[in-house]
């Protein structure tokens, strides 16, 4: 599992454990979250996230 940092302002995407509040089940990869999405935080675009670490 990996964890993804928005470039822009910090938020953490951590695919243990999802973001269920947005629609996005614990466990999901990130390649796996659909294109579309975007920072709950800032609105980034999935390609401005830097994975961060890998557990």
């Given at each position: 599992m990996k964890i993804w940092?928005?470039?822009i302002c910090g938020f953490t995407y951590d695919?243990?454990?999802?973001l269920p509040e947005?629609?996005?089940a614990p466990g999901t990869?990130?390649?796996d979250v659909p294109a579309s999405?975007?920072?709950?935080?800032?609105?980034?675009?999935?390609?401005?996230?830097d994975?961060?670490?890998q557990r």
């Amino acid at each position: 599992m990996k964890i993804w940092q928005c470039s822009i302002c910090g938020f953490t995407y951590d695919e243990a454990l999802g973001l269920p509040e947005e629609g996005v089940a614990p466990g999901t990869r990130w390649e796996d979250v659909p294109a579309s999405w975007s920072c709950p935080e800032c609105g980034a675009t999935k390609s401005e996230f830097d994975m961060v670490e890998q557990r």
